[in-house]
T-cell receptor, first 112, second 115 residues
């Protein structure tokens, strides 16, 4: 158990819908990262937050957004969903100054 | 931009034997970290081992060790005394030393462990 929690574990929704994925980092970690794992794109970095502020952006679509709240949990919002958004979405957390990131169990999103 | 290459899509090893997974990377940075992550069928991403670029000594974690060749930009993972539970996808990952510290992953190597 990495200490990072993600909910829900599975999500099935229809095209055009909007969903919210939730992540709670390890105790004491201020940085949260979101990654997408799909068959054709592999593991891709989406976005990073540090102590409530956006720190870095990767290949995140405009239909996707995220935020980190004062209690440090983070949410990834995916809207106008398309079939191609079906993937495993991971959240990871780290302590600033240390290299490693610890991953949550992921949320498997299926868009039908 | 940094890139990570894993040229072995699949590898197989017999139980109790040793296997080495290859990884090369490309960067112009001098401060960075390298990692191996394991993804078993449960899909959980599990940190196996980390290496700081400034450290010359190769990292070791129990049966897992790395061969870090900085000049060659090579970072291979050696698994000794392989066990059935080692069967998984293994991803090599790179992280810059700065605070905007995303991980860049390779495409992974699927490791099979046979009896």
């Amino acid at each position: 158990d990495s200490g990072v929690t993600q909910t829900p574990k599975h999500l099935i929704t229809a095209t055009g819908q909007r969903v919210t994925l939730r992540c709670s980092p390890r105790s004491g970690d201020l940085s949260v990262y979101w990654y997408q794992q799909s068959l054709d794109q592999g593991l891709q970095f989406l976005i990073q937050y540090y102590n409530g502020e956006e720190r870095a952006k990767g290949n995140i679509l405009e239909r996707f957004s995220a935020q980190q709240f004062p209690d440090l949990h983070s949410e990834l919002n995916l809207s106008s969903l398309e079939l191609g958004d079906s993937a495993l979405y991971f959240c990871a957390s780290s302590t600033l100054g240390r290299g490693e990131q610890y991953f949550g169990p992921g949320t498997r999103l299926t868009v039908t | 931009a940094q890139t990570v290459t894993q040229s072995q899509p699949e590898m197989s090893v017999q139980e109790a034997e040793t296997v080495t997974l290859s990884c090369t990377y490309d960067t112009s940075e001098s401060d960075y970290y390298l990692f191996w992550y394991k993804q078993p069928p449960s899909r959980q991403m599990i940190l196996v081992i980390r290496q700081e670029a400034y450290k010359q000594q190769n990292a070791t974690e129990n049966r897992f060790s790395v061969n870090f060749q900085k000049a060659a930009k090579s970072f291979s993972l050696k698994i000794s005394d392989s066990q059935l539970g080692d069967a998984a996808m293994y991803f090599c990952a790179y992280r810059s030393g700065g605070t905007a510290s995303k991980l860049t992953f390779g495409t992974g190597t699927r490791l099979q462990v046979t009896l």
